[in-house]
């Protein structure tokens, strides 16, 4: 349903600002964000595609972003970050916005963290204030979804780089560990691998290392073991559940055999993760 103008939008325009045609915007739409570490803040996905019309997209994922709601490093220690929201207007749009932030861990990332925000955005704040518990209860449960795989890949990585460094610690361990009986290249045969110029071989930081991991590895292990982290596996089986049941209304009757015993049909889940940076996180 097409809204009228709002005098915001409409003085936006007036005073040139980037506020956009209400015709070209008039339907709801989300936008998930990303704070990229090579480019800044960024959008990623807008559904339905196109739904964001002439809306700056990049303009308000840097203005969402830039808040920096999420912290996954308090006091030097790793820790698991709670989602956390907010709502916020754009007057030059005439737009209004429930920005729902949640973090995803990465071994290669800054402090092993993305951080991502999903953004509902409409012209009526109203839909937003009268439909806020809904909101929060199903934008939760989709990151609760996407943190309950990337949880399993990211233990799983900080499982191989603890291996890693256990192997490093034995290795500089031996006596007479030199580039030449690792590597034969003559480039690391001329390279200094000194203490000075390789901290990795210093066994102290190898140690630092194999304890952070360590760390993270438990705080990893406790945030799996919460209630909602089971729960959420409980929904993932009921949503399969309540899939392959709908599949069984619209599938023809399942063959019978000779003996008169109805054959067992079996449903294929298909999960569609978007082109986008969330993929190896989850």
Not at 163 to 175: C, G, N, P, R, Y
Not at 177 to 190: D, I, P, V
Request: net charge negative.
């Amino acid at each position: 349903m097409e809204e009228e103008e709002t005098g915001a939008q409409s003085r936006g325009r007036r005073r040139g600002g980037r506020g956009t045609e209400p015709q070209k915007r008039a339907r709801d739409f989300i936008l998930v964000s990303e704070f990229s570490e090579h480019v800044g803040p960024v959008p990623v996905m807008v559904k339905p595609e196109g739904g964001d019309g002439l809306f700056n997209t990049s303009s308000f994922s840097v203005r969402i972003m830039s808040s920096d709601m999420q912290r996954a490093l308090t006091g030097g220690c790793f820790s698991f970050c709670e989602d956390t929201q907010m709502v916020l207007s754009e007057r030059m749009d005439g737009l209004y916005a429930y920005v729902h932030y949640f973090s995803l861990y990465d071994i290669n990332a800054r402090g092993y963290v993305r951080q991502f925000a999903i953004s509902y955005i409409t012209s009526s704040l109203k839909k937003i204030t009268d439909n806020f518990t809904d909101l929060l209860e199903k934008f939760s449960e989709v990151t609760k979804m996407l943190c309950c795989g990337n949880h399993k890949v990211f233990g799983k990585d900080v499982e191989h780089r603890l291996a890693d460094l256990e192997f490093t610690k034995e290795l500089i361990s031996q006596e007479g560990w030199t580039a030449e009986n690792t590597e034969s290249s003559s480039l690391y045969k001329e390279f200094d691998f000194s203490k000075e110029n390789v901290p990795e071989r210093d066994p102290s930081v190898v140690e630092s290392g194999m304890t952070e991991m360590k760390t993270i590895m438990e705080s990893l292990t406790r945030e799996m073991e919460k209630d909602c982290h089971q729960q959420m596996q409980l929904l993932l089986e009921s949503k399969r559940r309540s899939f392959q049941k709908l599949m069984a209304q619209y599938s023809p009757a399942p063959p019978t055999n000779t003996n008169g015993i109805s054959g067992q049909t079996t449903a294929t889940i298909c999960i569609y993760f978007p082109p986008c940076s969330l993929h190896h996180l989850v």
